[in-house]
């Protein structure tokens, strides 16, 4: 597979595949890097289209920076990516996973994307944070008091965070936008990503023995092949539907 490494301003990038007049942009998770994509470009590359992967702060090639991965850094950066993918290429649409979905959604709002698919999305940032305040047993008013809180499940608790969580809400996706779902995600519930997907009449699979990272055999093999039938199927759907992966 032909690969381009580049830098998009300070943001080191891959682009994979061969020309082409249309994108997949890779927005990475928590954990993840730029080479991650190379799985999803080798299927995208096969329906003509390319890939754009990038490291986010901290992520990759970028492991040494500190304290920079948040929506107020991020999302000027991935809208410094869109305007270069705007600037070469026609036709743009959007992979995002775990975190990076919500990162997307905060900064891609008012773009015209072909369409996206979303893999074990974080979709409400305030009630996730909330999850996470009540497994550490930290009161709003603790975290208001203390601003940082570190927690014995890796996770760093933070006022600015909360407090940029609260006044930027999802409250508006015009993407057409299809959705795996694990029936074990423990990050989001099932709730959340139903009413998300009926509100913005987005495709939902849920894979009931899923978890919320896709990384043993049989998961891979799900994820892989949820991959291939929806970017070959052309344009997401506009209509809210939900299935289920049996097997």
């Not at 055999?217 to 039938?229: A, C, H, T, V």
Request: net charge positive; aromatic share 12%.
């Amino acid at each position: 597979m032909e690969t381009s490494h580049l830098y998009i301003e300070n943001i080191p990038a891959i682009i994979w595949g061969l020309s082409s007049n249309k994108i997949f942009l890779y927005v990475h998770g928590q954990g993840g890097n730029k080479e991650e994509a190379k799985v999803f470009a080798s299927i995208a590359n096969r329906y003509g289209w390319q890939v754009l992967s990038i490291d986010l702060p901290e992520h990759g090639e970028r492991k040494k920076e500190r304290d920079l991965f948040n929506p107020w850094t991020i999302v000027p950066e991935l809208l410094t990516v869109m305007k270069y993918a705007k600037n070469r290429w026609a036709n743009i649409a959007l992979f995002a996973n775990s975190i990076g979905a919500w990162f997307s959604m905060l900064s891609f709002k008012n773009e015209k994307l072909e369409k996206s698919l979303f893999v074990s999305p974080v979709l409400d940032m305030k009630s996730l944070i909330q999850k996470m305040m009540l497994w550490a047993n930290v009161s709003q008013e603790r975290l208001q008091h203390e601003q940082t809180i570190s927690t014995s499940f890796g996770q760093t608790l933070s006022w600015k965070y909360w407090e940029y969580a609260t006044k930027n809400e999802i409250t508006q996706w015009k993407v057409p936008t299809k959705i795996l779902y694990a029936g074990k995600d423990h990050l989001t519930d099932r709730n959340t990503v139903e009413s998300f997907a009926k509100t913005y009449h987005c495709e939902l699979t849920i894979w009931e023995p899923g978890e919320h990272w896709f990384h043993t055999r049989p998961q891979l093999d799900i994820l892989y092949s949820w991959i291939d039938n929806n970017i070959q199927s052309g344009k997401a759907q506009t209509k809210f539907k939900a299935v289920k992966i049996e097997r």
